[in-house]
């Protein structure tokens, strides 16, 4: 079965400064997967996905995600944050890439300080 | 282009009732997906329609079904209701042939007291 643990509850940067988020993977196959973000009482947003085509993938809002089957890792980046970036963030694995059930991580909340 | 719209936004509701929450899918999607999300948890699936059938379904009890419509439009129905059932019902809308990129809706909040 395929799952996805996100390695940090919260994490918090200051503004400008990198952001790493940390996601590990398990698959019994190349999956597919995807980050979302969440603002507070929104719905989820799409930032990126990878689907196998390359793997250091470019989202919006200038995150992207390295895709790394060694490591079974797909951690996500920015090079610098911005306080519009603070929000709940979820790796996200597809149960059987055809479309169907995705299983989310437990999320990891940004905080952005000044 | 109009996303994924969900009603009603907010819901409250007590032990042992019915609630209808409704979904409509994303222009041109004809796959429309369910998720509950508890708070400070990530969305758990529920169930996904394609065809006006249920295609695929998660860990969940007979009291959560669904419906679509030939438009594509979606109903998630819960009987009896629970204390437990408060969350946030997210719809999700995709184009299953050709992609598998779920788009979501902003979400139902439902309060059982």
């Known amino acids: ?114 | 282009d109009a996303g994924v719209t969900q009603s009603p936004t907010h819901l409250i509701k007590t032990r042992g009732q019915q609630v209808t929450l409704r979904c409509s899918p994303k222009s041109g999607h004809d796959t429309v997906s369910w998720y509950q999300q508890a708070l400070g948890q990530g969305p758990q699936f529920i169930f996904q329609y394609y065809e006006e059938e249920e295609r695929q379904r998660g860990n969940f009890p007979d009291r959560f079904s669904g419906h679509q419509f030939p438009n594509y439009s979606s109903e998630l129905n819960v009987n009896a209701l629970l204390l437990g059932d408060s969350a946030l019902y997210l719809c999700a809308s995709s184009l299953l042939a050709f992609e598998e990129t779920q788009y979501f809706g902003p979400g139902t909040r439902l309060l059982v007291l």
């Open chain 1, 1 to 114: 079965a395929q799952s996805v643990t996100q390695l940090d509850s919260h994490v918090s940067v200051s503004e400008g400064t990198p952001v790493l988020l940390r996601c590990n993977y398990s698959s019994s196959y190349s999956p597919s997967l995807f980050w979302y973000v969440q603002h507070p009482n929104k719905g989820l947003q799409l930032l990126l996905k990878y689907t196998s085509a390359a793997t250091l993938v470019k989202g919006i809002n200038g995150f992207e995600a390295e895709f790394k089957k060694s490591e079974t890792s797909f951690h996500l980046t920015k090079p610098s944050a911005h306080m519009s970036d603070a929000a709940e963030y979820f790796c996200v694995v597809s149960d059987d890439n055809q479309g169907g059930k995705l299983i989310f991580g437990q999320g990891t909340e940004l905080s952005v300080k000044p």
